[in-house]
C-alpha cells in the first residue's frame, strides 16, 4: 500500500512537471504593477532563447516565462512565415501560478463614482456662481474618494476613466488661477486661445472596413521583405485598414504622411535614445496624424495623444499657458517612457499598444478574465472595447503602407520638411506679436513654431523655451532688450509707411504721439519711412488688431468652382481652421458643399487710422487726415467727413470730381481708383463684388492684404 501511495504521488509530480514545461510556449498571465526598467531593444533578431530569458526576468523580477510568438518579442526583423502561423493557431490558456485577486464588488465601485460625480457637479456649479473656494473643495473632495479608497484605480476601467475625465475637466477650468485678481491673471483670460484640431484617430477608429482577399494577398507578401523592430502580421482587420486608407481613406493617410516629415527625425531619435522599437512612431502617424493641436473627443491631446493624468504622471505640465502635451519634442519622450512601463507590464508590444489605448487596467482585466496574454485571442473573444480592438490593427496597416511607399502610390506625394529654429531661454513673459515683429515674421508662424503656448503669450512666471525662426535669434535679443521687460506684453514694433504720422499711430494702437514721441527719441513730427518705431502701448489697451472677434450674424456663402478652405478662409479674412470648425469640414476640399456657414470679423473698436497702400508707392491717407486739408499734399477722398454717396458709383462719380477740383489730372479712361473705407460686416469678396471686381486684383494693389477691419481704406481698381 505505500508503494502504491508512493507510486501515485510521483506520477501527480511528475504530470505536474510536465504541465508547467508544456506552458513555457502558451500565452502568459500579466502582472498588474510594472517591473523596474524594460528589457533592452535589440537592433538584430534575437535567438528563442535568449529573448525568453530577457524577457521572463527584466531586471530582475520574477515573472513568468514570456510567450515565444513574434509579438511578445520587443523588436524583430519581421516575421518568418512560421511565426505568422503560429500567431494564427488559437493559444492555449495560461496557467496562473497564483489565485487572482478578488475583483472589486461592483456596487461598491457604482457607488463611489456616484459620490464622485456629485461632488464634481456641485464643484461646477459653484465655480458658474463665482464660489471659487467652495468650487476648489468640492474638486478636492471628488480626488480624496477616488485616491482615498480601497480600490486601485488603474485595475478598474470605470474608475481609470472617472479619475481621467475629473482631471481633464478641473483642467479646463484652470483652477491654478482661481482667487488670483491680479491684471496679469485676468489680462490672460481674455487673450485669444489656440484652437484645436480634430484627431484623426477618432474618425478612423469608428470604422470596421471589410478586408478585400486581392489587398490582404499583396500585403502579406510584402511582410515578408518589410524590415520592421515591431512584429507585423496580417490578419482580415489589418487588411481592412489597408483597403480604407487606399481607398476613401486615403485623405486621412495622406495628410497624416505628409506631415510626417516635420517629425520623423526627432521622433525616431528619441525612440531609439529610449530603448523602444522606432517603428512605434506609426502609432503617433494613426493617433493625430503628427498634429501637435490634435484633440480627441474624451480630451486626449498633441501628437501622441495623452490624457491630463496620464501626462502629469510622465512629466507633461499644463496650466492656462503651457501644455507640454502638444510639444513634441517632450510628448514623444514621454510617450517612450509610458510605451515602455507598458511593455514591462505586459511583455508583448501589441498588448502595450492597446493598453495605450485604453489603460493597462481595461487590458488587464480582460487577460485576467480570459486567461490569456495575446492581444488576437482578446480580440476574438471580444473582451476589449471596440476601438481598442481597431487601434492595433490601425497601426499595423499605417506601418505597412508607410514602409512600402512604392506599392501605395506614395512616391510622388512630398513630405513637410523639419522647421528649422533657434531656442533661446527666457524668464520673462513676452506676446508673440512682438516676437514676431522683432524677427519680421507672424504671429501664427511663431505658433507653428511653438505648439505647446495656448496663447499668444508666454507663461507670465518661470522659463520658457521660445523657437524663433532659424537664424534669428541674435536680432531678435537685440530687439527685445529695448523694449522694458515688463512692457514686452503691451509694446509693440511699427514699421514707418508711407502717410504715417505720430497722431495716426496714436490712434492706432490707443497711445499718444508724445509718448510715441519721448520713447523713439524722436526730434521732429516727420517720420521717415521703412524706419522702426516702439509703441509704447498702455497695458489693456491692445490695438483692435490683437484683439478681433467675430460676429454673431451667420453669413451664407455659396461655393463656387475651384473655391478651397483656404481660398473661402482668405476671401472672408478668417482662418482655414475656423472655416472648417463652423461647416464640420475636413481637408481642403469643398467638393460636395454648396453653401458655407461662416461669421464675419468684427474689430470690437473701429478705428480709422489703418490704411492699406498699393504698390504703386502712392501715399496712404488717415482717415480723418483729409479734414485739414491733408498736409502731405493727399486729394479728398470719400474717407472724409461727408454724407456717404449711396451707390459705388456715385463713390466713383464723387472721387473724379473730387480729383478734377484737386488739381489731379483726370483719370484714365480704361481704369478708376477708388479709396473705399472698409465698414464693419465687409469682407474681400463683398468689396470686390460690389466692384465688380476680383479679390485677387483687391490684394494685388493693397500689398496682398488678408484681413481686413473696419476702418481701414482699401484702393479699389476698376476698369471701365
Known amino acids: 500500500m505505500r508503494l502504491a501511495n508512493l507510486y501515485v504521488r510521483t506520477s501527480a509530480l511528475a504530470a505536474l512537471l510536465l504541465a508547467a514545461c508544456s506552458c513555457q510556449t502558451a500565452q502568459r498571465p500579466v502582472s498588474l504593477l510594472p517591473p523596474a526598467t524594460a528589457p533592452a531593444i535589440s537592433q538584430k533578431t534575437p535567438s528563442p532563447t535568449s529573448a525568453n530569458q530577457a524577457s521572463s526576468n527584466p531586471a530582475g523580477s520574477k515573472a513568468a516565462p514570456a510567450p515565444s510568438t513574434a509579438a511578445s518579442s520587443p523588436a524583430a526583423s519581421g516575421p518568418s512565415d512560421q511565426s505568422i502561423q503560429q500567431k494564427a493557431q488559437t493559444p492555449k490558456p495560461a496557467e496562473t501560478t497564483s489565485p487572482a485577486p478578488a475583483t472589486p464588488d461592483a456596487e461598491?465601485?457604482?457607488?463611489?463614482?456616484?459620490?464622485?460625480?456629485?461632488?464634481?457637479?456641485?464643484?461646477?456649479?459653484?465655480?458658474?456662481?463665482?464660489?471659487?473656494?467652495?468650487?476648489?473643495?468640492?474638486?478636492?473632495?471628488?480626488?480624496?474618494?477616488?485616491?482615498?479608497?480601497?480600490?486601485?484605480?488603474?485595475?478598474?476601467?470605470?474608475?481609470?476613466?472617472?479619475?481621467?475625465?475629473?482631471?481633464?475637466?478641473?483642467?479646463?477650468?484652470?483652477?491654478?488661477?482661481?482667487?488670483?485678481?491680479?491684471?496679469?491673471?485676468?489680462?490672460?483670460?481674455?487673450?485669444?486661445?489656440?484652437?484645436?484640431?480634430?484627431?484623426?484617430?477618432?474618425?478612423?477608429?469608428?470604422?470596421?472596413?471589410?478586408?478585400?482577399?486581392?489587398?490582404?494577398?499583396?500585403?502579406?507578401?510584402?511582410?515578408?521583405?518589410?524590415?520592421?523592430?515591431?512584429?507585423?502580421?496580417?490578419?482580415?482587420?489589418?487588411?481592412?485598414?489597408?483597403?480604407?486608407?487606399?481607398?476613401?481613406?486615403r485623405g486621412v493617410f495622406e495628410r497624416a504622411f505628409i506631415r510626417s516629415g516635420r517629425y520623423h527625425d526627432m521622433i525616431v531619435r528619441t525612440l531609439k535614445e529610449e530603448g523602444v522599437p522606432q517603428d512605434l512612431i506609426y502609432l503617433a502617424q494613426a493617433e493625430s496624424g503628427f498634429h501637435p493641436l490634435a484633440v480627441s473627443r474624451v480630451g486626449a491631446r498633441g501628437i501622441w495623444q495623452f490624457m491630463a493624468s496620464r501626462a502629469r504622471g510622465y512629466g507633461l505640465s499644463h496650466n492656462m499657458y503651457v501644455d507640454d502635451r502638444q510639444d513634441p519634442e517632450k510628448s514623444t519622450r514621454a510617450a517612450a517612457h509610458h510605451l515602455k512601463d507598458l511593455y514591462n507590464q505586459f511583455g508583448d508590444w501589441y498588448l502595450a499598444m492597446a493598453a495605450y489605448n485604453s489603460g493597462p487596467g481595461t487590458v488587464q482585466a480582460a487577460v485576467k478574465r480570459t486567461g490569456y496574454a495575446d492581444f488576437w485571442e482578446l480580440y476574438r473573444r471580444n473582451v476589449l472595447p471596440k476601438e481598442t480592438r481597431n487601434y492595433v490593427p490601425i497601426i499595423l496597416a499605417v506601418t505597412i503602407m508607410t514602409k512600402n511607399p512604392s506599392q501605395y502610390g506614395l512616391d510622388d506625394v512630398v513630405k513637410d520638411r523639419p522647421a528649422d529654429y533657434d531656442t533661446v531661454t527666457i524668464n520673462y513673459p513676452v506676446d508673440l506679436?512682438?516676437?514676431?515683429?522683432?524677427?519680421?515674421?507672424?504671429?501664427?508662424?511663431?505658433?507653428?513654431?511653438?505648439?505647446?503656448?495656448?496663447?499668444?503669450?508666454?507663461?507670465?512666471?518661470?522659463?520658457?523655451?521660445?523657437?524663433?525662426?532659424?537664424?534669428?535669434?541674435?536680432?531678435?535679443?537685440?530687439?527685445?532688450?529695448?523694449?522694458?521687460?515688463?512692457?514686452?506684453?503691451?509694446?509693440?514694433?511699427?514699421?514707418?509707411?508711407?502717410?504715417?504720422?505720430?497722431a495716426a499711430l496714436a490712434r492706432t494702437y490707443h497711445t499718444t504721439a508724445k509718448s510715441i514721441s519721448e520713447t523713439n527719441h524722436l526730434d521732429s513730427p516727420e517720420l521717415e519711412a521703412d524706419a522702426r518705431l516702439i509703441i509704447p502701448v498702455a497695458p489693456g489697451k491692445h490695438p483692435a488688431s490683437d484683439t478681433a472677434t467675430y460676429a454673431r450674424h451667420i453669413t451664407r456663402y455659396k461655393v463656387h468652382r475651384g473655391d478651397t478652405v483656404e481660398t473661402v478662409a482668405d476671401n472672408f479674412g478668417i482662418s482655414p481652421q475656423m472655416l472648417r470648425r463652423w461647416n464640420g469640414l475636413r481637408g481642403s476640399s469643398l467638393s460636395g458643399r454648396r453653401v458655407l456657414a461662416l461669421h464675419l470679423p468684427v474689430s470690437p473698436s473701429v478705428h480709422d487710422a489703418e490704411v492699406a497702400s498699393a504698390r504703386t508707392g502712392k501715399p496712404k491717407h488717415a482717415a480723418g487726415s483729409s479734414n485739414a486739408g491733408s498736409s502731405n499734399g493727399a486729394s479728398k477722398t470719400e474717407t472724409a467727413a461727408t454724407k456717404p454717396p449711396a451707390t459705388k458709383l456715385a463713390q466713383i462719380e464723387r472721387l473724379e470730381v473730387a480729383r478734377a477740383d484737386s488739381g489731379h489730372s483726370e483719370p484714365r479712361r480704361d481704369a478708376t481708383v477708388v479709396h473705399h473705407k472698409v465698414k464693419t460686416g465687409e469682407t474681400l469678396y463683398s468689396i470686390a463684388s460690389a466692384y465688380r471686381t476680383t479679390v485677387a486684383a483687391l490684394k494685388r494693389d493693397n500689398r496682398n492684404v488678408a484681413t481686413i477691419r473696419p476702418g481701414m481704406v482699401l484702393i479699389v481698381p476698376l476698369s471701365r
Not at 502580421?233 to 489597408?242: E, K, N, S
Not at 507663461?459 to 523694449?483: C, M, V, W
Open 108 to 249: 461598491a465601485i457604482a457607488d463611489l463614482i456616484a459620490r464622485v460625480e456629485k461632488e464634481y457637479q456641485s464643484g461646477l456649479a459653484n465655480y458658474q456662481a463665482g464660489n471659487t473656494d467652495a468650487a476648489k473643495q468640492n474638486f478636492d473632495n471628488a480626488f480624496n474618494a477616488l485616491l482615498g479608497s480601497s480600490f486601485d484605480i488603474r485595475s478598474d476601467d470605470r474608475l481609470e476613466k472617472e479619475f481621467d475625465r475629473l482631471v481633464a475637466g478641473v483642467d479646463q477650468l484652470n483652477l491654478g488661477s482661481l482667487g488670483a485678481d491680479s491684471d496679469s491673471q485676468q489680462d490672460a483670460q481674455q487673450e485669444p486661445q489656440q484652437k484645436s484640431e480634430p484627431a484623426p484617430i477618432d474618425q478612423t477608429n469608428d470604422l470596421t472596413p471589410a478586408a478585400d482577399a486581392r489587398t490582404k494577398a499583396k500585403a502579406e507578401a510584402e511582410i515578408k521583405n518589410t524590415h520592421s523592430d515591431l512584429p507585423l502580421m496580417m490578419t482580415d482587420q489589418v487588411a481592412g485598414y489597408i483597403s480604407y486608407f487606399s481607398g476613401r481613406g
Open 433 to 502: 506679436r512682438l516676437v514676431a515683429e522683432c524677427v519680421n515674421s507672424t504671429a501664427p508662424d511663431l505658433q507653428e513654431l511653438n505648439p505647446s503656448l495656448l496663447r499668444l503669450t508666454t507663461p507670465r512666471e518661470g522659463k520658457f523655451e521660445l523657437h524663433l525662426p532659424a537664424g534669428t535669434r541674435d536680432q531678435y535679443e537685440t530687439a527685445i532688450n529695448s523694449i522694458p521687460a515688463d512692457m514686452r506684453l503691451w509694446w509693440r514694433y511699427h514699421t514707418v509707411q508711407s502717410g504715417d504720422t505720430l
